[in-house]
């Protein structure tokens, strides 16, 4: 190990929802990048993402987990499920993909049904950065109801939000314990790519 990877932390970060892992550049030499069937497929498996995640949890008992947007709210799923353990690990979501129960989500919950499942909807990620032009509908209905199981005040890994956040109700996720409101990121949900440099890059 080089004197220069010594200064940094080992970061083992999970990109979001259509992002491809490539796309994220930091300066920090000790970063693993993880891709899930979301960083790759229209149609993702999160069941096989799930077994995924717990291999690397397994893997890389010291690392700093750094997850975005759909990958947070995994994880955050199968810890509050007792699938995975935390210990003493430290863990920051940023941007993640925690929804309220409101008519909207109720409404595609219903629509997002058999054939209605893989109805292409446009991804509004950066252009450079997104894996395809377009998500299946199916994929927001996982993400619904992965929620419905979801405890915000059981939630104590510490959570970055823009402010601006395009996605999510910033005034719902002020319900999370250890939530550090930011205004910093271009692209506030999608993206979120100077709070993830912000944390990835910090030397220890």
Not at 145 to 160: A, P, T
Request: charged share 25%; hydrophobic share 40%.
């Amino acid at each position: 190990m080089t004197s220069n990877q010594k200064n940094y932390p080992n970061i083992v970060f999970f990109p979001g929802l259509n992002q491809a892992p490539g796309s994220f550049i930091f300066s920090n030499p000790n970063v693993k990048y993880i891709s899930l069937s979301f960083n790759k497929k229209a149609r993702p498996n999160l069941k096989e993402d799930c077994e995924r995640i717990k291999e690397v949890f397994k893997a890389n008992p010291t690392a700093h987990i750094v997850a975005h947007s759909l990958s947070a709210l995994l994880i955050e799923w199968l810890i509050q499920h007792d699938v995975i353990e935390v210990g003493d690990r430290k863990i920051t979501y940023v941007a993640p993909a925690f929804i309220p129960r409101n008519k909207l989500a109720k409404l595609v919950g219903k629509v997002a049904k058999g054939p209605a499942a893989i109805l292409p909807i446009p991804s509004l990620a950066p252009i450079k950065t997104r894996v395809r032009s377009y998500v299946s509908l199916g994929v927001y209905r996982e993400i619904i109801l992965l929620n419905e199981k979801i405890e915000l005040k059981k939630c104590l890994r510490k959570v970055v939000v823009d402010k601006k956040d395009e996605m999510l109700n910033v005034k719902f996720l002020g319900k999370l314990p250890n939530i550090e409101m930011v205004r910093e990121n271009r692209f506030p949900h999608h993206r979120a790519y100077d709070s993830l440099k912000r944390i990835i890059d910090q030397t220890s």
